[in-house]
């Protein structure tokens, strides 16, 4: 059974920091392209950051350029997302999720991201973050 676990999530105040990690089971992660999204109350469900097969290339929303690192961790078949700097509008569920993108190409990272959104095949349940003081 092909899964993906979050965790992490939380409530935090402005300007802090929180760590997702997203656990695989059933699969290698290291074999599809991976990435974390974000969807806000109202809002529709939008890329925070990607990596492509084998790490080769990241993406990151603009909103999150500076702030967010996406990470992976090949022995413990994970990935994390290390988030500073946290603003409210950063308040959201996050999901992680993988997807094979083999057969496709891509001009950006974001794109990339735009792309596995469309195309992941495994979603995570997702994981409340609350930035607020």
């Known amino acids: 059974q092909l899964q993906l676990e979050e965790s992490g999530g939380g409530l935090v105040q402005p300007g802090g920091s929180l760590r997702l990690s997203c656990a695989a089971s059933?699969?290698?992660?290291?074999?599809?392209?991976i990435g974390w999204f974000r969807q806000a109350p109202g809002k529709e469900r939008e890329g925070v950051s990607c990596?492509?097969?084998?790490?080769?290339?990241?993406g990151y929303a603009d909103s999150v350029k500076g702030r967010f690192t996406i990470s992976t961790d090949s022995a413990k078949n994970t990935m994390s997302l290390q988030m500073n700097s946290l603003k409210s509008e950063d308040t959201a569920v996050y999901y992680c999720?993988?997807?094979?993108?083999?057969?496709?190409?891509?001009?950006?990272?974001?794109?990339?991201?735009?792309?596995?959104?469309?195309?992941?095949?495994?979603w995570g349940q997702g994981t409340q973050v609350t930035v607020s003081s």
């Open positions: 059933g699969f290698t992660l290291d074999h599809y392209a």
């Open positions: 999720a993988v997807g094979d993108l083999r057969e496709y190409d891509w001009a950006t990272g974001q794109a990339m991201c735009a792309l596995l959104m469309g195309q992941a095949g495994v």
């Open positions: 990596i492509s097969e084998g790490g080769g290339e990241t």
